[in-house]
């Protein structure tokens, strides 16, 4: 017999999260469904899959993160933001695009799927086919 677990409300607004880089302003902002999917392809594309159809670990690493990063952050500019291009997150320290994917994923909600598990595992495991 199935439990009432009531109604389910939400909004349709994308959670957004402002940043600072450099002194400059930008917005990092949650990924509506295209955007998600794209990104959801884009790891599974990249990754090691075990006889039984697990995810074992990633492939190819290039451009994984700055990619979710560009899909999400946007510069603040006069009159609206513009999105980032991966060119210019690539350039970039480490830290910064990596505490920026950290937190788009967690802004998205992503990172729950045993396929993102994947991303952060075992790096005995990546690239051995």
Same mark, same amino acid.
């Given at each position: 017999?199935?439990?009432?677990?009531?109604?389910?409300?939400?909004?349709?607004?994308?959670?957004?999260?402002?940043?600072?880089?450099?002194?400059?302003?930008?917005?990092?902002?949650?990924?509506?469904?295209?955007?998600?999917?794209?990104?959801?392809?884009?790891?599974?594309?990249?990754?090691?899959?075990?006889?039984?159809?697990?995810?074992?670990?990633?492939?190819?690493?290039?451009?994984?993160?700055?990619? /979710?990063?560009?899909?999400?952050?946007? &510069?603040? %500019? !006069? #009159?609206?933001?513009?999105? =980032?291009?991966?060119?210019?997150?690539?350039?970039?320290?480490?830290?910064?695009?990596?505490?920026?994917?950290?937190?788009?994923?967690?802004?998205?909600? /992503?990172?729950?799927?045993?396929?993102? &598990?994947? %991303? !952060? #595992?075992?790096?005995?495991? =990546?690239?051995?086919?």
């Amino acid at each position: 017999m199935a439990k009432d677990m009531g109604p389910l409300e939400f909004g349709l607004d994308l959670g957004e999260r402002p940043v600072t880089i450099a002194g400059e302003a930008y917005v990092l902002r949650e990924l509506d469904g295209k955007g998600r999917d794209r990104y959801l392809n884009n790891v599974g594309a990249r990754l090691r899959v075990t006889r039984e159809g697990k995810a074992a670990g990633v492939k190819d690493f290039n451009n994984l993160q700055a990619s /979710l990063v560009s899909q999400s952050l946007h &510069k603040v %500019v !006069e #009159g609206g933001d513009e999105p =980032v291009p991966v060119a210019t997150i690539q350039t970039w320290p480490s830290h910064v695009v990596s505490a920026l994917f950290k937190a788009a994923r967690e802004l998205s909600h /992503l990172g729950e799927d045993e396929e993102d &598990k994947a %991303v !952060e #595992g075992d790096e005995d495991t =990546v690239g051995n086919d």
